[in-house]
């Protein structure tokens, strides 16, 4: 896998031959087919590996069902924002491969990506529900239309990445901009005396 995702995220997936994924891992492209029946089903299991690395970046286990305040929240996602800022200087690839290659490939693989932020917008629409319920946030707003605005506050960063343009000082401005922007929206009202 860590082979194919080299060669894909270097050369694109139509660019690559299998013959390629089988010298980068140091392998005859016979085995290679031994263990998948196309360069399709490898990209299947490359996407996967990719979406890993977000989720691992991102520790989505720490931002579901752990905050017990807007706080903790607000620091949750800023360590999931300054993950994925990290995943992409380490591995800028990653990102063009699930955005760009991926979605282009088939409709079935843009798909699979579009199901990935709904479930990503879902869990993250249970979290502003626990704390509306829990008197945390605000009780007038509506968690999937926030959560799903939260994810699309990510898309100026991405846009820019997926441009060549990498700003360590933007990124920061940006995650700071987006982190207070969602705190004066979710916190709850205090009660007029």
């Given amino acids: 896998m860590e082979a194919a995702f080299e060669v894909f995220t270097a050369q694109g997936y ?6 390629a994924v089988a010298a980068r891992a140091g392998i005859g492209q016979g085995t290679v ?3 998948f029946g196309s360069k399709r089903e490898i990209l299947d299991h490359v996407i996967d590996f990719g979406v890993e690395k977000v989720i691992d970046s991102v520790r989505i286990p720490d931002l579901v069902g752990t905050a017990k305040s807007l706080d903790d929240l607000m620091e949750a996602l800023r360590m999931a924002i300054h993950g994925m800022y990290d995943l992409l200087e380490r591995e800028p690839r990653v990102l063009r491969l699930l955005l760009v290659e991926a979605g282009a490939i088939d409709p079935e693989l843009a798909q699979r ?3 990935l932020e709904a ?3 879902s869990l993250v629409a249970g979290e502003l529900a626990r704390g509306v319920r ?3 946030i605000r009780a007038d707003i509506d968690p999937p239309v926030i959560a799903h605005a939260i994810l699309t506050l990510v898309v100026p960063v ?3 990445e997926l441009h060549g343009i990498s700003d360590p000082r933007a990124r920061e401005r940006t995650a700071t901009m987006m982190l207070q922007l969602l705190e004066k929206t979710l916190r709850a009202r205090r009660a007029a005396s």
């Fill in 134 to 136: 829990e008197g945390w």
């Fill in 33 to 35: 087919y031994r263990y």
């Fill in 113 to 115: 990506l579009f199901g």
């Fill in 158 to 160: 991405l846009l820019r």
């Fill in 14 to 19: 139509e660019a690559t031959a299998i013959s």
């Fill in 119 to 121: 479930v990503t917008a």
